[in-house]
């Protein structure tokens, strides 16, 4: 596909005042503090962000759409109808100490392009349809991207709707309570063809401050593999249980993750136990079960391949007198997007008059999934330091702009390709 050269696009009329202002009226669904958000996928804090994108978008002259897992579509119809459209968005759930940008800034940039596009009196060929994927971040409902799996038909719909958050709700019913809140949004199926998908994202990572570049061409995404270790033991008595007679679940679950540490930093990978679960969890009571989490990442797939075997040897090695199961969640290779949209968005950025340069991603993005239904990219802004899933999460507003300028300009060309 040669996206066509630009016709006048419309980034002249990006206004980066208006696009921070939309973020920061989201920040609010679910403000903690200063600064924090805590949305929970398919929550009511969620719903009523929901509710007020839908209404932004309403009042552009876009059409809402949904499916069975609440992915939320906007449309904003081009000249020919019958053209797959491009779509552009991300997710708007955050992780319990989230931040005001993660994910929530590639829906709203989205929505600022169509803005700009309306505001210019044209029209592109293609339709753009702006997503906000369903449960992004696998906090409430684990594993993470369930909107877009399910929407590019990696996952069915069976295969998601009984996970259950941590009070034991399950997807599907949380779902249909989004669906039913929802004021006349269209349900449609899931994979339906897409011309391209390009999300805009702050990078959650120091590099591009570093450089003191505004944009980042994202070249593709780690691998990763996660996990939920379940280590079994017997509850027993402080004072009088003997050491050999114990069966203490915590103990064998430090060994473990001690090890586990250890080789993550000689094989130079990320590894992460940021869920821990122990019960009874009483101060007098030995362990009888622990569940942990796993999450592991790195850029060349043998080494996160090489882990996984690693990590069963551990769970039998130290064990002890314990039962460990190893039950992975997730595995995603690494990926490196197509060559195409990062020309594009290449030649958008130059014609924007933004500087950029090619930037890989640690974290996971729904750009994932998409990469393998259709020809996908993404575009990176700086944040602050690089902290994100953190309160303080933070980008700068010049940054904001210039990076929806580029996304405007990378989708106005692939919405007019020839
Ligand atoms: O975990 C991730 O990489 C993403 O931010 N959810
Ligand atoms: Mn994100
Ligand atoms: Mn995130």
């Known amino acids: 596909m040669t996206a066509g050269a630009s016709r006048g696009a419309p980034v002249a009329f990006v206004d980066g005042q208006r696009l921070w202002q939309r973020l920061m009226t989201l920040a609010q669904f679910g403000a903690v503090g200063e600064g924090g958000v805590d949305r929970p996928a398919l929550s009511d804090t969620e719903a009523n962000a929901r509710a007020r994108i839908v209404a932004w978008a309403r009042a552009l002259d876009m059409r ?24 552009v968005g991300s997710h708007i759930d955050s992780q319990p100490t989230g931040g005001r940008f993660d994910g929530v800034y590639g829906v ?72 039913q809140s929802d004021q006349d949004v269209e349900l449609r199926d899931f994979g339906r063809e897409a011309c391209a998908y390009v999300e805009a994202h702050i990078e959650q990572g120091p590099l591009l401050q570093r450089e003191g570049v505004p944009v980042g061409i994202v070249t593709g995404i780690q691998g990763t593999r996660r996990y939920r270790v379940s280590v079994d033991g017997a509850a027993a008595h402080a004072g009088t249980a003997s050491r050999e007679d114990r069966r203490d679940a915590l103990m064998t679950a430090v060994r473990i993750i001690a090890a586990l540490d250890d080789a993550a930093d000689i094989a130079g990978l990320k590894c992460t136990v940021g869920l821990f679960n122990v019960v009874p969890n009483a101060p007098s009571v030995v362990p009888s079960n622990v569940v942990f989490s796993v999450d592991i990442r790195h850029p060349d797939n043998e080494v996160v391949d090489m882990i996984d075997g690693f990590l069963k040897t551990l769970a039998v090695e130290h064990r002890g007198r314990c039962t460990v199961s ?43 999934q998409l990469h393998y239904f259709c020809p996908t990219g993404m575009i990176f802004i700086p944040c602050r330091d690089g902290v994100s899933h953190n309160p303080e999460e933070w980008a700068e507003p010049e940054h904001v702009t210039a990076g929806a300028k580029v996304l405007c300009e990378t989708v106005w060309r692939l919405a007019n390709d020839d």
């Open 326 to 368: 190893v039950r992975q969640i997730a595995h995603a290779p690494s990926l490196t997007f197509s060559r195409n949209i990062q020309n594009v968005i290449a030649e958008a950025a130059a014609s924007a008059g933004v500087p950029c340069m090619s930037i890989y991603s640690s974290a996971g993005h729904d750009a994932r």
């Open 64 to 87: 809402p759409y949904t499916d069975r897992v609440a992915n939320l579509f906007l449309r904003f119809e081009g000249t020919d109808p019958t053209l797959p459209p491009v779509l």
């Open 108 to 179: 709203l940039a989205g929505l600022e392009v169509v803005q700009a596009i309306l505001v210019s009196d044209k029209r592109p060929r293609r339709a753009i349809e702006v997503v906000a994927w369903t449960n992004e971040e696998g906090s409430r409902f684990a594993p993470g991207m369930t909107g877009s799996y399910v929407f590019t038909e990696q996952k069915s719909f069976d295969e998601v709707a009984s996970t259950r958050d941590g009070q034991g709700i399950k997807l599907e019913d949380a779902a249909a309570w989004i669906l």
